[in-house]
């Protein structure tokens, strides 16, 4: 099941564990992130299996903390769903 974005601290993160029906649903969904990362130029950290992804998200700023630049970034991935 899907689970929300959760923040982390220490670093300050954002991560989110999505999980899909079959490998074609995943390899989809993988296809539009890398390009919503390209325009947007921000490459979260991702882990994935046949269906399932895991993605970790950090702060544009290195030892900064999670902006409104950053949820609405999580944001955007989530329309992806």
């Known amino acids: 099941m899907d689970q929300p974005w959760t923040q ?3 670093p300050d993160r954002l991560e989110r564990r999505i999980e899909f ?3 074609e649903t995943t390899r989809t969904f993988l ?3 890398n390009a919503l990362s390209e325009q947007e130029a921000r490459f979260p950290d991702i882990s994935f299996g046949r269906t399932y ?3 970790t998200l950090r702060p544009e700023q ?3 903390a999670i902006e409104a630049v950053d949820t609405t970034f999580a944001a955007a991935i ?3 769903l």
């Open 8 to 10: 982390r601290a220490r």
């Open 21 to 23: 029906d079959d490998y």
């Open 31 to 33: 296809e539009r992130l």
């Open 53 to 55: 992804v895991n993605l």
């Open 62 to 64: 290195e030892d900064g």
């Open 78 to 80: 989530d329309g992806l």
